[in-house]
């Protein structure tokens, strides 16, 4: 391709630097300690396991909290171990949701195994069958900028999914303690 | 009382408890459970692909301040095993009905393995299980189950027996 490749903390930053008061939940490995590290919020809920589950913990959020954009930031192994969600939030057509893949092609939490996406499997062409129909691959550093721009949109449900370096960035690690990231993260929401 | 009744109960008791969304993955003996939340404007039905689905989209529910329930077969909770440590480690409240299968009459011995290790499977998984075997104690056993995990943080299921949901019509 000749491109060079988007390197995963500036794909983070760069999309939830204006993320206002959006929600952000990240699934098990690299996705979390990215959002830690550039986007750290009590309005982030952080999963270190419940592999496949971050999409539909997303959806959750996302038809409770229906007037706020929830954002899912998640690998694209995790997202193929939940690929069925994208079917569920298809059908839910949640207004406010974000699924945001980094797609390294590879499973980097276990030593760097290439995933289905790096075989061949279009996950976002899965998305778009589904029928989220605001879906699409990022690989550059010009279509990162004009995303930027409508990421923060809502009224259908998106699909984005960036293909990033292999590059594993030190880790920052969040709270491993899920009942307090649920206190701390309802008591920001302010639900009871 | 016909299947409908005591299923109608169970909706009441869902309805003033607060809950406004209800996952399930189609299933025969929640019918009428399933049917009235499609047609109640004030609830999300999310139908899911597999019963896994429904654990993280509680806790989801739960973060955002929405009380939520499960409907799924026995076979089901087998579907839901790795992702139920989410409900532990956070300690969400959770409530589960599970229409049994695998017991009382079944034509179908594919549905006996899961069937026989439903409970145990549950518990070995943190959750709280009640047992139904009458209709008469099951909109009582739900209410019961939601008081017990939204008060208390836990996981609760009640397993409705195969008997009270009536013998399945086989040839037709």
Redesign the interface.
Known sequence: MGEVMLRRRQVVSELLKDRGDAIVVTGLGSPTYDVAAVSPSQRNYYLWGAMGGAVMTGLGIALAQTDTHVIVVTGDGEALMGMGALATVATQKPANLTILILDNEHYGETGMQKSHVGMGVDLCGVALACGIQNACTIRTEDELKALCKTFHDTGEPKYVQVKIDLESPPRVMPTRDAVENKITFRAALGVT | MSNCDWQQQVYDVIISSGIR?VGYVPDAGHTALINNAKNDGEV?D?????E???????????????R?ILLMQSSGVGNCV??L??QQ????PMVILVTMRGEYAEFNPWQIPMGSTTQQVLELCGFKVERVEQEAEVAETVQAAIDFAYNSDVGVAVLISQKLIGRKEWVK
């Open positions: 969304l999300c999310v139908v899911m692909t597999t896994e689905e429904g654990i993280p989209l509680c806790a989801g529910a739960w973060l955002g301040g929405m939520s790795n992702m440590s989410l480690i956070g300690r969400f």
